[in-house]
């Protein structure tokens, strides 16, 4: 037996909003209907991940416990941070090296926690970090 992730769920005040902002970074395409609630993904139906933002009432309270990490298939980190910045995030934290390693970490337009890190244009290939947990 096993299990996929079929979405990372947002809670929001605005939706639409913030899931416009992740399918303009990302690419993928923003659906809704007359739910409140927000889906972007690659592709509709989406058979891989999904993010979705659900409007609740109450605001962001604390740093983010958990993150996504982006990392880009074109161009170089600072081309997304840029792109990133230029669609409303706010930077949190840049920990970029002067050798050029390191990531920056960013705040989407609602304070929910990113990172964007080199890709394989920059780095190379990274060795695969697949583990199997057997009980």
């Known amino acids: 037996m096993s299990l996929h992730i079929h979405n990372v769920t947002f809670d929001c005040a605005d939706a639409r909003a913030l899931g416009t902002f992740w399918g303009e970074l990302l690419g993928w395409n923003v659906y809704y209907d007359d739910d409140p609630e927000v889906v ?8 891989g991940l999904g993010l979705l933002f659900i409007p609740v009432p109450e605001g962001k309270a604390a740093k983010n416990r958990q993150h996504l990490d982006l990392s880009p298939d074109e161009g170089t980190r600072d081309e997304w941070v840029e792109r990133a910045l230029g669609l409303g995030a706010t930077t949190v934290g840049d920990h970029r090296t002067p050798e050029g390693t390191g990531w920056v970490t960013l705040a989407d337009p609602e304070g929910n926690e990113f990172c964007i890190e080199r890709g394989a244009a920059e780095t190379g290939p990274r060795p695969s970090r697949a583990f199997r947990i057997t009980t």
């Open 40 to 47: 972007v993904a690659a592709s509709f139906p989406s058979s």
